[in-house]
């Protein structure tokens, strides 16, 4: 008899095929390994997993997890979704444990969730999950945007010019530089503090320095109010001690208020928050810092601050029932009466305008003092005073002004009268109202003719509704100022008096008639519903290149992107950058991730046509490097969003069989495990084909796709999938680990099943990233480690098969090398033609032959045959390890030509 296999041990490496026929396998293949992870040699038996937290509120699957872990601060929040919409916060962040539930809820449970994606910008958390709209989640520390100590001589404007602007100050992290409160005092004296924060915000932490407040004295609070108003809100005051607020560091916290709008000050857009004191502080007051935090909130779309010309003005004068046309950076307001009306259309809904009348403003007041004015009494004409200086109209005195004259010799010349006609040397009054008295007296002459807007309306559809709350910083068009006012959520555009333009219309009426010569350049203060506009509730996000990612469901196939490190900015020159993605179809983009430096976007597969994935290049939403799409494939899409994972070192064959690193995608699709390397991918599923074929009954289930996952395990380089496979599962049954080094697939068999997986950093202990799985009971777990899954032992394993293709053989020994262990065994089972009656079973400790071993032989002799053997090495001990260095076999043929037994 020949020997057709010499005993020669060879490493164990490779992978399971779980979707041939055991007795097709060519000999040395493994037909199922389990629960170990390639050392490549070798394999060594997974670790197991503890509870993350004693006990669970209900047995909800955990759909998704993610750690939001900031950059700048120390500041760590893990959070798990699960299967009611519900979005909880860990009270621990492992490897610690807690004692009871896993945490709080932040978000309440909302039907019909998809498994949630994540992004963090600018150390901002951002979230969707495709019911509720997006949120988004600044922490607990974040830099302010804006921080201004406002100290004035007169009323406080709606939107401030003047200020110290602290903000460099309060953000840049020194002990030496300083926000400078000292003598801070009341607002009735115009002092106040503003803060600006990008998103709403629920706390303002302030870092005093030695120099603290030692006056006694109250903080309060305001915020921008939807009426256009600033409100105050009831705070507590972390910084207060002995009745003295700012006198030590600490957190002013409140409750959000649900009426709060952005605000436009210090030429800057945000939310705003104005600190008033009740009695002026101390002469040396210094902050060396001031951060905000929040919690979640819907993303909006917040004014990037760019103001933008009025679109077109239109004038309506009231005598001749007309109306006049300009461009909004030059509006002819010159002697706009009362009954006449101001139009301004804007693109968008506002909350104000900047006025400017540059060399032209409305004249409201002046005064001028001479010896040279004369009263001429015009007899039966008008009257008038002259001067011989010749400046009345220079000096802006005009016809339908109130004229006070003062210091004239005759007394009843010292009244206050209306010019009917002005020249450069004269301002004529009606007849009758003066005496004449010749020059010489010092005589004072004052114009007042302050204009005050009347009314600010908006066109909502039918008509126009008049907004409130109406602060003119123009003065009646007296100087360059800003126009606030309420704003109105109903505006709708409209094609004003046949102008051609859809546009939103602004109607203002002034009091009182307005000088003979202005000329107005309108700039507009907008602001954004998200709501009401074509950004319906956000499917799934992502952050690429500094800006956040937004698909938007229902418009599955366009991606926006909002301005660079301002994820609710999605206006102006660097907001709102679209790419069309996919091949024409509208399914929802459900997954992106970061791939080189471009982005790779899946959308969900329906249908015969399936779904897509599209690789977006570019640098900006424009210029020469505008943001673009690179088509890919029509036809492989995604499952869902927590089932892709991008690799920045993936082993490649080249036609000359180098392997070199390249970054590599892997996903889930519904036709199987897909590898993308650039424009390239393939089908890397072969081995487990049969769970994505629908003729076998362990096919993934449809209807289910939202309960696959796919991730990496940094801890063995390996990528671990969940399948919900069969026609009855309602979850992921079936769990794989492929190895991307090798190509390799093997099963996990898991006592507690998993319904995600994800990394995060670890709060203590030695180890940078630890793996956390979302259990199907409620539980969230920290895997790979301790040698069991909690109570329950991890049974590893290899089958390997020897196929002699129809030929009769026999193994006459076997041996088996795995690394010491203080104690267990590995129980070695020989099968022959696929009978899974075992035919010769044999049990190898694990325990050191000699003291200082580290590794241990085993050398058996038997004498099983048959035309197929399996030879099955199984570990399954409480507590205890094993790994698998190398095997062999001897093999012989006991074909003969006499051999009749079989026919």
Known sequence: MAILIPLKNIPFQGGSDLAHEIALLESGAFSNVQNVRPTRPGFVQRKGCVK??????????????????????????????????????????????????????????????????????????????????????????????????YKGTAAIPDIPIIG???????????????????????????????????????????????????NTATLSMKYRKNDGTFASVTIADGTAAAGKTLAQSGSITWTMPTDEVPHFCFNGSGFVYVLEVSAQLSSNVKATAVTFGGTFQDIINLWDGNMPDVVEARVYDSSQTKYSTYAGISVDLSAMEAADKLYLLTAQPVIGFFADPGMTPNKAAGTLTGTDIA????????????RTSADFFTQGFEAGMSVTIAGAGQAGNNATRTAKKVTATAIYFQTGSLTAEAAGASVTVSRSNATVINSVKVHTGSDFTALSNIKDGSAGMSTAGFITFSRNENAKKINFQGSGVEAYVYEITFDKKLSAEILVAFQYLPFFNINKTHFPIVQSVHVWKNRACYAFKGIGNILYFSARNQ????NGSDGVGRVYIGYGNKNDILCMRKFYNELIVWQAEKGEEGGS??????????????????GTSPRYGIVNSKSAVVLESVNIETMNKERPIATGAFWISRDGVIKGIGMNFEIISGKIANYF???????????????????????????????????????????FIYDPTTNEWTVDVLTQPLSCMFEVEAETGNLIVLQMGGGQDGYVRQLNTTLDDESTAVHAKARVEINANGHRIRINKDTLRCKVQAAGKIVRTI???????????????????????????HYKKNKVDGDHISIEWSHNELGKSCHFLDFGVEVESIDSTADTSDT
């Not at 807690?98 to 039907?111: D, I, K, P, Q, Y």
């Open 52 to 149: 993350q937290h004693t006990t669970a509120a209900d047995s909800q699957e955990i759909t998704n997890g993610y750690q939001f872990c900031k950059g700048e601060v120390v500041e760590r929040h893990l959070y798990a979704q699960r299967a009611d919409g519900s979005l909880q916060e860990a009270t621990s962040n492992p490897p610690m444990v807690t004692t009871g539930n896993f945490g709080t809820e932040r978000l309440a449970a909302v039907s019909g969730s998809s498994p949630a994606s994540f992004g963090n910008i600018n150390d901002m958390m951002i979230y969707a999950d495709g019911v509720r709209q997006a949120q988004i989640n600044p922490g607990d520390t974040q830099k302010v945007y804006g921080c201004h100590v």
């Open 164 to 214: 110290e602007d602290y903000t460099a100050e309060a953000i840049d992290g020194l002990s030496t530089t300083y926000v400078d409160m000292s003598a801070l005092n009341t607002a009735a004296n115009f002092h106040r503090i503003y803060i600006r924060a990008p998103v709403r915000a629920n706390k303002i932490n302030i870092t005093m320095s030695a120099n603290v407040n030692t």
């Open 375 to 386: 009263f001429i009494d015009g007899g039966t004409g008008d009257d008038y005073i002259t």
């Open 567 to 570: 994820p609710m900015v999605l």
């Open 613 to 630: 994935f599209t690789i977006v290049e570019g640098d900006s939403p424009t210029g020469q490097r505008a943001f673009d799409r690179l």
């Open 693 to 735: 074929d629908p003729t076998k009954a362990e096919c993934i289930r449809r209807g289910y796709e939202d309960k696959h996952w796919l991730a990496f395990d940094r801890a063995y380089g390996v990528i671990r999938m969940g399948l919900c496979s069969g026609a009855s599962a309602t979850m992921a049954n079936k769990f």
């Open 831 to 857: 099968m022959a033609d696929g009978n899974p009656t075992v035919r010769d079973t044999k049990d190898l400790t694990m325990t050191a032959k000699n003291a200082n071993d580290v590794y241990r032989r």
